[in-house]
Each structure stands twice: as structure tokens, then as C-alpha cells.
């Protein structure tokens, strides 16, 4: 084998010792390693997925299965949540294999790359859309071509010292990356059926403050062609997927592209898969949900955040909160099956009364389920960046590897303990009586409610958003 791209879990504590590992993720792929495994492939080269997220296997038992496949090079996928364990399974590698070639990519890769590197002995880091960047590389290695300094986006070691060449141009056309081939890594991902998500397009315009993505995407919105985005569900179709999630930054932005795209799913009689996805407030219409409705889309995800309009306009979320019931009230009215809100608690400057007023306004709303999370942010982030300049927080060096609660940063931030008791609250408020009526009826009668409900509850008091 000549490349292994690995997703790994959160299961080395900072200690360095394994802990006992809840396995979270069943639902979708390791999207972007999928999309680098497949453009290796098409040029030649043998490559294979490992999503250590949904095999929970320990950091031992993968070194032996590396062992196995014997791979030239290992690309590592880095985030907050499994830095610790690719510390420990990096080490493990190179005391195995010196000579072994090893790639980071994604979060750390892109906005850290000189910590990164000094804290692992990585070879290489890639730095934002990485598909042509890692190409370019193993092209490179393969021919044992030593001038780095043509390839864009990338941080690499020479004569002791860290270099970086510029960050390439977005990709602009996304039809000329290839479709990711999901048979690249030994597993059944599942929501009810057999699932997977599905990219169609990159790159989000507006200016959230929690939202780090765009930073990696781009403020610019690329888009497939609809016939691209057709061609990837007739294949996933043909594979036996059931379960389809858009995970676009900015789904429904090109109300005519969605048009375009549902009248193509119908006339290629691909409704008969269930689909899923994010939808902005502001974009909201009824024509837009009926024809989401009418091609079997189930599920659609309102980013509410807040109930009150000051802290809406802090997060410079772009919406109002008449349009947030409006948008609620148009989907339950074009039929939707199920609508998900999600909501943040803990801004800086935020109440109490005012949380206690979005956990009230959440209420309020005829929502299917809600998510109520506790808002986090990163050292590249707009808020981390005022909290440091109005010196209610002091850097350390070390802040590049962690995210922050920010009720944990900020004194005039309501206290995490007291959130999480407001959510606790919201959470037994939401699931009241007059709901508790309606959600059985609608578990009895809807295996895809049924489902969604055991993910929602799993999910409910996840601790961060960024």
C-alpha cells in the first residue's frame, strides 16, 4: 500500500494513557479524506481510509493493523479532538518505522503548522483544501523531486528549519475534483439506513462569529453543477445508500440551483432517498421547503442560536427573530417531518434572563428537536481575539491546541455550571406533556422520528460549537 489517511478518535488523555472511548460518530464518513483518497487513486496510487471515530479500536491495536498494511505514507487529519491521540499514535509510528513519510492536514495543519511540527516530528503539513496540495506532494516524493518551494500550501522541514510556500487559490471549478469513492474505507456508516453525506458545494459569504469554516472554505460560495451533485447520488444510489446528508456550509443559499437540483432528483427518480441538510433562517420560503418536501427531504437544521435579538446581532448572525418564526412556521407548513433547532448559551455580556429567555423562545417554537450548546471558541476566532484585546483573558503559549468554553474565559459570561442547569432545565421543558403526546405519536408512526429522537438525545448536551 502506498498511502493510509487516517481519522482518529479522542481517546489519549493528557496523561497520555487511553481512556475508555464512547463511540459518537455512526452516521457519516470522513468526507474530505474520502475526497484525497480518490484523487490519489485516479492518479495511480494505493490508498486506504481508516475512521478510528466509529472502530473505536486503541491506538496499540491500529499500530498493529499499520503494521499489516505496511504503508509509505500516513496522513493524519487534526483537530482539537484528536490532537492528544495523534501525539501518542505518531509517536508509535516513527519508533516502528523511522523512514516512515507522515502528512497532517485540516485545522492544525492549516493555521498552525510551525506548532504543530515542533510538537510532532511530522514531515509535512497541508494547509486549507488539500486535494491538489497532498497530490502535488506524492507526485513529488514518488519522483524523489527535491524543490518543494513549487508546491502552494505546504509547511515542510529543510536543514533543521520550518518552511512554508503560499496558500494556493481556492479550487474554483468543484466539478474537476472526482466523486469520493466511499469504498475506500471498511465500514457501513448508518442513520436509520445506510448513510452517507454528501458536499455540494464549499464556502459560506456571511460572517458568523462562533463559525471557524469558512476560515478553511472560503468567504466565497463554489458550487457544483446540479448534473455534477446528480451523478454522485446515482452512484451512491446504485451502492444501496438510503440515507443522504448535505453538509454544505450553505446549503439552500441559490434557491434556483435547489429548485434545479430537487425537479433533477425527481425527473432521475432519486426520491426514494431520504435526505437531510442545513438551512439559513434568511433563506427560508415556502416554495423552497415544498420542494425539499417533495423529494423526500425529512430533516432540515435551523442555526437559531439565540432568542434575543442583541446577542443575534452580536454573533453577526445576519437574521431577525421574526424570520426565525417565520422560517419555523413556513417548513411546518410545507410539511416538513422533522425540524431541528440549534441555540447557543454564553456569549460574553449575556444575562441570565436572557438565556433563560432563548430556552423559552426555543420552547415557543414548534420545533421537532432542539440542540442547546454552550458556545466555544478558538484562537483563530473574531471573539477570542476581543477577549484577549478587552483583557479578560490572557494568551499562553499554548492556546493554539485547545478551544475554550468561553464562559470559562470570560467573567462577563453567565458561569458554565450555571448554563449547564439552564439547559438541563430547557432540555425537561422542551420534552413536556403537550409534546410528550406528540412525539409518541410520531415515533409510533415515523421510524425516521424514532431515530432521529435517539440521536438527538445522544447529541443533546454536547458542550461546544465552532
Known sequence: MDILLLNLANLV???????????????????????????????????????????GVSNIELLKLIKKLNPKIVGF??????????????????????NLITIAGNYFAT???????????????????GEYVLLNLINFLSKNNKNLNEIKGLTYRKNNTIKSTPIPEKIKNLDELPVPNRKLIDFNYRLQNKSTSLLSSRGCPFNCRFCSFSAIMGKVWRPRSVNNVI???????????????????????????IFQLCAEIKRNKLDDLNYSGDCRIDNVSLNLMRALVSINCKKVTFGIESGNQRILNYYQKGITIKQIKQAVETAKKARMDIIYGSFILGAPGETINECINTIKFANALDLSFIVIQI?????????????????????????????FRVPDICPTAVPTNVLLKIIDEGFVRFFNKRYLTKLIFNTLTNDYYLNTLIHSIKKFRIGAIY
Not at 113 to 129: A, H, S
Not at 375 to 403: A, C, F, G, M
Open 13 to 55: 488523555d493528557e496523561q497520555g494513557q487511553e481512556r475508555k472511548y464512547l463511540i459518537k460518530q455512526v452516521a457519516v464518513p470522513p468526507l474530505g479524506l474520502l475526497y484525497l483518497g480518490q484523487i490519489l487513486n485516479e492518479h495511480g496510487y494505493s490508498v486506504k481510509v481508516y475512521d478510528q471515530t466509529v472502530t
Open 77 to 98: 487529519s487534526v483537530l482539537i479532538d484528536n490532537l492528544l491521540t495523534t501525539i501518542d499514535l505518531h509517536k508509535k509510528l516513527k519508533n516502528w518505522n523511522p
Open 111 to 129: 493555521f498552525f503548522p510551525e506548532q504543530l511540527m515542533r510538537t510532532v516530528n511530522f514531515d509535512f503539513c497541508i494547509r486549507g483544501e
Open 231 to 257: 451523478e454522485e447520488l446515482q452512484l451512491l444510489k446504485e451502492q444501496g445508500y438510503k440515507d443522504i446528508l448535505f453538509v454544505d456550509d450553505n446549503f439552500t443559499l441559490n434557491q434556483k440551483r
Open 375 to 403: 458556545l466555544e471558541t478558538l484562537p483563530i476566532s473574531s471573539i477570542y481575539q476581543e477577549l484577549v484585546e478587552k483583557r479578560y483573558y490572557q494568551p499562553t503559549q499554548n492556546d493554539w491546541k485547545k478551544s
